[in-house]
């Protein structure tokens, strides 16, 4: 009894989604009982930000407007001072995974509630984990604190997204489904999930890539990694995210760049082992899915391999022993040598 019993948890209570969906924050906030918000933003969500800041009026207290990738703690601890000298009461972060990394610092920190209004695909707004930067070195944390309550998805304000980071992003959120959908420990509803974000990401992204004005389509890739940061939250991270982590710590490449490039190269690696995944991918890619993907990624702009982003090639047999010496779970068995060449075909 007990090994195998799956437990599904749903993080963000509550989640509005639609063109125009921003304009309900000040609401949520009513609902939440906040008279005093600090807002987060970045200087790509400046504008919006300053928008909100206009329509909640006195209820806006303070604005955090420099969030940093993976969470360095000094951030935090500045932002911290500003939240407390405003005696703010509740958090919106407006932006991608460091806007929402940071509002879940602080969550933390204050048990302040948060409102996530996410402008990427990345899907941290959907996951109770966060990933913290102290001297140099990054640790990961799960807790339910750290998923925010509410999340607005506003399409609208994911089109100022460049093409390089809608493509990287929404390959970002692609891998946390395909990594759910052969995790053999996920839930019915984590491989429902896994299922419809890789065919809304699989749908949308040509048309969006087209047509990156196309609000619709904008809406559908939203939802899509919507339900794969939902797949981030409950499946066991295998191989892809390993190779992320262990390749963007060691050489702080960029996270959505990291994850498109590789996500092709482990799933061919992968699929054969995990039969399940590889024909529920098939049916949604119809046809073979490694292929599908690597075509998108080959549509970016900048670095489409791991020597174009400046990993040396000497490098590469020393991160295949680290990963192997201690695998994330994953369908194929992880040995030196076949992550080698993983590596150098993605090399
Ligand atoms: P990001 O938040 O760092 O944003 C990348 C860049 O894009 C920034 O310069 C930002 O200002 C800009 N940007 C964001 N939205 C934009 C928009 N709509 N238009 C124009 N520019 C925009 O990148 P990210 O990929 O969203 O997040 C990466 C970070 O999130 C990393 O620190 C990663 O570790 C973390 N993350 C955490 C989780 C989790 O569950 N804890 C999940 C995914 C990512």
Redesign the pocket.
Known sequence: MGRDIRVHQVYAGRVLQGPGARSLVPDELERLGSERVLLVT????AEVGQGLAVALGERHVATFAR?????PVEVTAEALAVAGEARADAIIAI???????LS?ALAIRTGMPQVAV???????E??????ETENGV?T?RRDPV?APGTVVYDPE??????RG?TL??AL?ALA?AVEALWDTGASAATRAYGVEAADGILTALPVVLDRPSDVVARGRLQEAAWLA?AC??QARMGLHHQLAHVL?GTFGLP??ELHALLLAHVMRFNLAAAPDAAARLARVADGDPALAIAALAAKHDGPTSLGALGVPRTALRGVAERVAADPYPNPRPVTADAVEELLLAAW
Not at 42 to 45: D, K
Not at 95 to 101: L, M, Q, V
């Open positions: 970045t200087p790509s969500s969030p940093v990738q993976h969470t932006g991608g995974g460091s806007a929402i990394g879940k996410p402008t990427t695909y990345a899907g941290s959907a996951t109770p984990v966060l990933g990054k990961t750290f304000l994911t089109l100022s997204l460049p980071l990287t992003s970002n946390h940061g981030l939250a963007g996270h959505a």
